[in-house]
């Protein structure tokens, strides 16, 4: 699920799910921001403090999260890509990490849809980041994809 670029020292992590929605639908969820909250685990009282409409290339979204117990981080991402209705990618412009791209691909098939995610991402302050913070970032984000995939098989697979 998550591998580890030696030479380059990104961290890229890839996720699918099957869904029994359309593209369209798919689209609809996904490209909402403020679903971003619906697909965050409560406890790290994700809040989106940007005003949104529906989504654009160059969009900035402001959101405030607690990745871990009594620490809350401001975050903005940019979304820099989108093509409708198959992927969009947003970066995060400041925040916790040195590199944040996230990849979001929607693949029609026979029944519904795949939902491919692949994110890049580096951990800052060098060795010492990775050392104090690779297995806790890790976990962190396996546990936010497990929150997610819970989440969308109750809201859509019956």
Known sequence: MIQFNK?????????????PISLSESWSFFSDPNNLSKMTPKHMNFK??????????GQIIKYRVS????????WTTEITKVKKPF??????????FD????EHNFEEIKNGIITHDK???KL????????????????QLKNIFDFRK???????VK
């Open 87 to 96: 992927f969009f990618i947003d970066e995060q412009t400041q925040g916790p």
């Open 48 to 57: 989106i403090l940007t005003d949104l409409s529906s989504m654009y290339e």
């Open 119 to 121: 994110v890049l991402f």
């Open 99 to 102: 590199l944040w791209h996230h």
């Open 67 to 74: 990745p871990f117990p009594f620490f809350r981080v401001g």
């Open 7 to 19: 030479k380059t020292k990104i961290y890229t992590l890839q996720a699918s799910q099957e869904l």
């Open 124 to 139: 800052p302050l060098g060795k010492i980041g990775r050392f104090f913070g690779e297995k806790i970032v890790i976990n």
């Open 150 to 156: 819970d989440m969308l098989n109750k809201l859509y």
